[in-house]
């Protein structure tokens, strides 16, 4: 049954759904972590109760759940532990890793360089590999970290990051350089520039 026609086109409500979704979610991340929760408590308990009163009795039986390995137990990013890091590229996953990241640019000499990414963002898939050799290249001159933007929304948007990739030098905690677009030759120009051509 249609929800809406306008002239010759019908829309159903199959196809609004996914739509209403994609809307919900700005609204879901700004949700606190207690509110997620008990929502998703709540939708468990009715995933639950359909499996009992359900699904168990159309013959639809639960799959068995694979165990996952628990990923290991992270206090977060320190300086210290930032600097055992140097020649990799380093996930950064709350405000407080990237201040302890900028923290290491303004207490060393060290600079940071950022890659602005996205795991839906082919471009940025493929330029990753380029960007952990240049990690690796300039272990001694710079930290490498990589931030995703869905993740640390509010971080790329103090970067003024509008794009992915995007690619940024900081040093004494103050960006000095940017670069965007998947074109390694770019990268590579702007990273020598930025650290002194040092390796």
Not at 27 to 42: A, D, F
Not at 114 to 143: G, M, N, R, Y
Request: aromatic content about 8%; some cysteine; hydrophobic content about 45%.
């Amino acid at each position: 049954m249609p929800l809406i026609c306008i002239g010759p086109v019908c829309i159903p409500v199959t196809a609004l759904l996914p739509v209403l979704a994609y809307i919900a979610r700005p609204v879901w991340k700004r949700l606190p972590p207690s509110t997620q929760e008990t929502i998703i408590g709540y939708w468990n308990a009715y995933q639950d109760w359909m499996q009992v009163n359900v699904w168990d009795r159309l013959g639809w039986k639960a799959k068995a759940a694979e165990a996952k390995p628990m990923p290991p137990a992270s206090e977060g990013c320190t300086v210290q532990s930032l600097r055992g890091e140097l020649g990799t590229v380093v996930g950064l996953h709350t405000t407080a890793d990237w201040e302890a990241a900028l923290a290491l640019t303004s207490e060393s000499d060290l600079a940071l360089v950022v890659d602005f990414t996205a795991e839906w963002c082919k471009p940025c898939q493929k330029i990753k590999p380029f960007f952990s050799e240049l990690a690796a290249k300039h272990a001694s001159a710079a930290l490498f970290v990589k931030v995703d933007v869905d993740e640390l929304d509010d971080v790329s948007g103090e970067a003024g990051v509008s794009a992915m990739p995007t690619f940024q030098v900081y040093k004494k905690g103050a960006k000095v350089s940017t670069a965007t677009g998947a074109i390694e030759s770019r990268l590579a120009d702007m990273v020598e520039t930025a650290l002194g051509g040092t390796k």
